[in-house]
């Protein structure tokens, strides 16, 4: 299986870049990870939120393959404790689906059209956390799944 995480917009902060990439190395141990970053929308000043949310919708949806098992992590989502999130991991790597893509919108978060398509929804948290710094958490938690999943020593309960 492959996972894809696909997010909008370039990280501004060269630490989260640095921990994203630092996790992606390690994910990369147990299965294909991709991290795809989509370019950010251009003179958003003139655009509405639901604007913004239907481009980068748009540029999300061309992202998507059929057969793609679609999560969004968004406010809305399940929230799920480190093990717990380790045995949806489970689920989806024992179902036969061949690319995992996990999507981090934008600052307006999803359009209805990615609501549509995807299959799931992930939330991190009930609070609200840059879509920058999110990058960094979930590829942690992606880690600390795999760990779990493998009986590893980095996830203490």
């Known amino acids: ?19 994203v990439e630092t ?13 795809t970053t989509l370019p950010d929308l251009r003179n958003t000043r003139h ?6 949310r239907t481009a980068e919708g748009e540029a999300i949806l061309r992202q998507l393959a059929e057969g793609d098992f679609v999560a969004l992590l968004d ?11 380790a045995e949806w991991l489970q689920k989806r790597l024992n179902s036969g689906v061949k690319r995992l893509v996990l ?12 609501y549509a398509r995807a299959d799931g929804k992930l939330s991190l948290s009930r609070m609200t956390f840059s879509h920058q710094i999110v990058r960094a958490i979930f590829a942690e938690q992606l880690y600390r799944a795999f760990t779990i999943l493998h009986n590893e020593p980095y996830h203490h309960e």
């Open 1 to 19: 299986m492959t996972i894809e995480l696909i997010v909008i917009g370039k990280t501004d902060s060269k630490e989260i870049a640095s921990l």
């Open 23 to 35: 996790y992606a190395k390690r994910v990369n141990r147990y299965c294909r990870f991709a991290l």
């Open 103 to 114: 999507v981090i919108g934008g600052p307006y978060g999803f359009s209805e059209e990615v």
């Open 47 to 52: 655009l509405t939120p639901k604007q913004q």
């Open 75 to 85: 406010e809305r989502g399940a929230e799920l404790r480190s093990t717990e999130f």
